[in-house]
T-cell receptor, first 113, second 111 residues
Framework: KQEVTQIPAALSVPEGENLVLNCSFT??????LQWFRQDPGKGLTSLLL?????REQTSGRLNASLDKSSGRSTLYIAASQPGDSATYLC????????????FGPGTRLSVLP | EAQVTQNPRYLITVTGKKLTVTCSQN?????MSWYRQDPGLGLRQIYY???????DKGDVPEGYKVSRKEKRNFPLILESPSPNQTSLYFC??????????FGDGTRLSIL
C-alpha cells in the first residue's frame, strides 16, 4: 500500500528563517507530486506541482525538489513570514494508482513575529 | 475569480437520514473529486470524475455516491449516513486530472 509521510509534524520558527519541510513516499514509481497549504477553516491551496521527470519547481520564495530514487521531496521556504503559518501537505500520484492521490499527514508551521 | 462552492458548510444530522453535499465550480474544469479529512488519517479520496457521466472510486468510496450530470456540479450523496461518516469533506477541481482548487469544506456530524 502506498504511503506518504511528512516530517516534522509541527515546526515553530522565528520570522526570517529559511526552513525545509520533508515528504517521503514508499514507491518511487510516481506520476507527480504536489505541495499544498491549508489554512485553518479553509480548503487547500496548491503551491507547486512537480512532474516525475522534473527535479524541482520554484514559485517566489518556495522551492520544491523531487528525488524519486530515494522517495523524497522537500519544500524549501526562504525568509519565512508570519503569513506562511499554515499546514503544508504533500500529495503523491502514484503510477499504478489511477487518478488516486495519496496525501501526507501534513506539517503544521508557525512563523513567529 | 476561480471558485469552488460547497454547501452546506456545516450540517448536524442523524443516522439514516439521506443527505447531499453540493459542489459547484466556475472554471469549466473536467476533473472534480471529493475528499474526507480525519484527524490522524489525513485526506483520503472518496470519488473522482474525469468528465460528465464519468466517475470512479477513490480510496474510501463505501457509503457514498456521486453523480456528474453537468460539468460544473459534482454532488456527494450519503444515502444512509452513519456516525463513522462524521468528517470534514472537501471538493476539488482541476485541469489535467489534478486537484488544484479546493472548496472551503463541509463539516458533517452524524449523530
Amino acid at each position: 500500500k502506498q504511503e506518504v509521510t511528512q516530517i516534522p509534524a509541527a515546526l515553530s520558527v522565528p520570522e526570517g528563517e529559511n526552513l525545509v519541510l520533508n515528504c517521503s513516499f514508499t514507491d518511487s514509481a510516481i506520476y507527480n507530486l504536489q505541495w499544498f497549504r491549508q489554512d485553518p477553516g479553509k480548503g487547500l491551496t496548491s503551491l507547486l506541482l512537480i512532474q516525475s521527470s522534473q527535479r524541482e519547481q520554484t514559485s517566489g520564495r518556495l522551492n520544491a525538489s523531487l528525488d524519486k530514487s530515494s522517495g523524497r521531496s522537500t519544500l524549501y521556504i526562504a525568509a519565512s513570514q508570519p503569513g506562511d503559518s499554515a499546514t503544508y501537505l504533500c500529495a503523491v500520484r502514484f503510477d499504478n494508482y489511477g487518478q488516486n492521490f495519496v496525501f501526507g499527514p501534513g506539517t503544521r508551521l508557525s512563523v513567529l513575529p | 475569480e476561480a471558485q469552488v462552492t460547497q454547501n452546506p458548510r456545516y450540517l448536524i444530522t442523524v443516522t439514516g437520514k439521506k443527505l447531499t453535499v453540493t459542489c459547484s465550480q466556475n472554471m469549466n474544469h473536467e476533473y472534480m473529486s471529493w475528499y474526507r479529512q480525519d484527524p490522524g488519517l489525513g485526506l483520503r479520496q472518496i470519488y473522482y470524475s474525469m468528465n460528465v457521466e464519468v466517475t470512479d472510486k477513490g480510496d474510501v468510496p463505501e457509503g457514498y455516491k456521486v453523480s456528474r450530470k453537468e460539468k460544473r456540479n459534482f454532488p456527494l450523496i450519503l444515502e444512509s449516513p452513519s456516525p463513522n461518516q462524521t468528517s470534514l469533506y472537501f471538493c476539488a477541481t482541476g485541469s489535467s486530472s489534478q486537484p488544484q482548487h479546493f472548496g472551503d469544506g463541509t463539516r458533517l456530524s452524524i449523530l
